[in-house]
């Protein structure tokens, strides 16, 4: 869980550092635990350039 909390957190100061950068964001993981984790981490689906798959 810190690891995604720290990804996130990374990804989301950057992207507000650079809004124009116009970069979509794509955390790819390989468990149902750890899309849950990054869900909850991220708030809805597919907010301001972040998605899931």
Known sequence: ????RIAVG????????H???GVRVIFNVFLG???CIYRRLLG???RRGYAMR
């Open 1 to 4: 869980m810190d690891e995604a």
């Open 10 to 17: 990374t990804v989301r100061d950057w992207l507000d550092a």
């Open 19 to 21: 809004p124009e950068a």
């Open 33 to 35: 635990e750890d899309e």
């Open 44 to 46: 809805q689906p597919g």
